[in-house]
């Protein structure tokens, strides 16, 4: 049963905290993730070999395998897999090749021409995480951006099974991407890896992948301490589901069991302007949380759940922009009118028929998404992520004859002489 | 005079030192930026007032200036200095709203429709120095991208002036950006105050803006214990200059010395294949800073600058790639051939008539750039910079039938079976 409250008797103190996501508790484990990362930097891949002895508890011979090794792996994966696979891929490949665009020069003044281009991050890395849930549609999910970034050096760091290798679908994922290398590292030690170097695991320039609270204290650190970026920030995965009393029940229980089934700390949120809605809901969370093989997890990701019940959908839709979710599922008729109104939210949802765990998946959006609140200023992964947008400009005779003046003027008034003079003794010599 | 390095002479060991940028000092102030941090969080408006007494030397009766007193210190400025603002903000204003685009929807299986949308970030802080320099093109140049992305709430922090308020240029600026209100707070105070909110100034969810190294170490400290993001890690300022025998070195010397008087800290590079042209900028160099009103501080930059020759000029743009620059500025006649060799830069300016200085106020693009090395992973502030791009997705009957059984599997492999459970239940009902 969800908690439930009532949207328009809240006081601002207390939606404040149903907001408001759980604490981070990683900052209990700084200590420990700044030793990993210093022992990393100091004694790469020795470092790198004893914590896979201490934490993955396996004796490497290698830090990575290769590419005989990955076709031998992804031999093993069952053919109507590997189908599924292709076409998870294909989707997510067309969707994000149109995040590929070059944009028109502009013409500001007679003479001045300003554009962009966009150039590849040279080196990024990729945590494929592999603990509890080895996950390849995560691996799909950034290797793909990267190839069609065209990114030179994709390193990728999975943590090793306990047999010292990798899963066979990971394996099939590189394959399917054109990655002939995988690393066998994983947790803060991977991150650390990646933003120094060591002998075998080139450094990068950006760090990219979900990971538990370890790998995700790790990336904090890095990016604040070293010239390596971030993906961005990552907390636990969450979901507001919109629905009214066209909702089917049974569909609505199901997306928020699926959010549940993640961690006990994930979060599933139902907003709705029908109490009944509600209660159907609830008798269907009973009903299919008994036939989930993760069902304890689940259980406990729902007692940190709550309804909440508004007058109508654009409260709901209020409430929802305040939330910020990571995954945003509408399922009512008229979704389209609520579209607009849509501020804050990582990846939305539409309709009756559109599941989160398609988008998890394979309808082509990248489920690498902002978590925690942080849709209200960060956007999911994409092509975008991996590269840069380099501004360009070139200048005229003509344009600086028309630009110069205005330049001279502003560098004087910031009383920035020299400024100025890299204009005048251009003008001097036309 | 530049130290001058022979590029192919340099080892590995050498190479890095010269690419590598002064180290960051403000780990030293962290403590005390800490404490900043803490008091405002704490103590409010009232921790503000204290902090403007303590650092600014003024006593502040009211924490922002309104739109009557920015209409009366607008009024101040000179005919010919707002109307160069007024060029500057046309020409910024027409680049970046090339920026603002729409993407197609992409059916990536059918029956699955999958496309983004942008929405502004709601509430944007804009950090404007004022210190030493009063930097009114930096308001420009954070302001009109966050208009043109449509962010509802704009917090505008600049440090008070001796006399209490701001300086005229920013107060005409505001007038052209429509914008109504400027608080007069400083430093990592003000950082603190937009990622916390206080009594006076509305919490923020990214902070934007270049500062001191007080600034820079408060957004460090707030991206990663906050949820409040920020546009990026900042250094001082650089410039990198690739220049051949083509080019005029009286130019080139200006360009460097432009770069060398933002402080002590920035560096100036040149890179050429020609030893003479380097010679020439040398004595170009002593005869142009002689007559700077900041010659001290452009002279200690020179000194803490370099000039490096290579062999031909793709070897000139290997080193500028290694380095990163923050400004790159290419003054050969060909240097359309080096464009698609150019893989990390902020901006990029072409040819003999292109100074950095065009940039910097007017030409219309972005003078908001990465820093340090920054440039390998980072672009400069945008239109992009302001908004999220959010993933939609419907599904249809066919597009469930479609795509169902893919993500049935999919989500069996990975272990997650609620996921399967969410398209099963509606592949049931069909």
New interface residues.
């Given amino acids: 049963m969800l908690k439930s409250y009532n949207y328009s008797a809240l006081g601002s103190q207390e939606l404040q905290k149903l907001i408001t996501r759980n604490a981070d508790s990683s900052n209990e484990i700084g200590t420990a993730v700044e030793e990993i990362i210093a022992e990393v930097r100091t004694n790469g891949d020795k470092a790198l070999l004893n914590y896979a002895q201490k934490f993955d508890k396996v004796n490497l011979s290698s830090l990575f395998i290769g590419f005989e090794e990955i076709q031998e792996l992804a031999s093993q994966v069952e053919e ?2 590997q ?3 292709e ?2 891929f ?2 997510i490949h ?2 994000h090749l ?2 590929l ?1 070059d ?2 020069k ?1 013409e ?2 007679s003479g ?1 021409t ?1 554009w ?2 966009l ?4 080196r990024v890395g990729l945590y494929v995480p592999g603990g509890s ?5 995560t691996f799909l999910m950034l290797g793909i951006p990267a190839k069609i970034a065209g990114c030179k050096e994709i390193v990728v760091c999975s943590p090793p099974q306990k047999n010292g290798s990798i899963n066979s ?1 990971i394996a099939y994922c590189a394959l399917l991407l054109g990655i002939k290398k995988v690393y066998l590292i994983g947790g803060a030690q991977a991150v650390a890896a990646m933003a120094y170097g060591t002998e075998s695991i080139p450094k990068v ?2 760090i990219f992948g979900p990971g538990n609270q370890y790998v995700t204290k790790a990336k ?2 890095i ?2 301490t070293t ?3 971030i993906d961005m ?1 990552a907390g636990p995965s969450e979901v507001l589901v919109i629905a009214d009393s066209s909702a ?1 029940p ?2 609505v229980a ?2 928020l ?2 959010q ?3 961690g006990a700390d994930s979060q599933a949120v139902l907003v709705s302007d029908s109490q009944q809605l509600i209660d159907e809901v609830n008798k269907q969370l009973c009903l ?1 949380l008994d036939e ?3 069902k304890e997890i ?1 259980a406990k990701a729902i007692e940190n759940s709550y309804a909440v019940v508004t007058g109508n959908l654009t409260e709901a839709m209020q409430f929802s922009n305040l939330y910020a979710p990571e995954h945003l599922i509408i399922e009512t008729d008229n979704y389209e009118q609520l ?1 607009p109104e ?25 489920h690498t998404l902002p978590t ?9 992964v ?1 092509v ?1 992520s991996f ?11 003509a ?2 004859k028309n ?5 001279e ?3 004087e ?14 003008m001097k ?1 036309l």
């Fill in positions: 109507h897999e189908k599924a696979l076409k998870a294909y989707n067309k969707f149109e995040q665009k944009e028109a502009v500001t003044t001045v300003c962009r281009e150039r590849p991050i040279e849930a080895v996950l390849p549609s679908y320039d950006k904090t650190i990016q604040s010239n390596t970026a920030p089917n049974t569909f199901a997306d069991l699926a549940a089934e993640h299919q989930l093989p993760r689940a579209i849509i501020i804050n939210a990582g990846s939305v949802f539409l309709g009756h028929l559109t599941p989160e765990s398609a988008g998890d998946y394979a309808s082509g959006t990248n925690s609140g942080y849709a209200r200023s960060y956007s999911g994409s975008d590269v840069k947008k380099i501004t360009f400009q070139h200048i005229s005779k344009g600086i630009l110069g003046p205005t330049v003027i502003l560098a008034l910031e009383g920035l002489k020299a400024h100025a003079n890299a204009v005048t003794v251009r010599e």
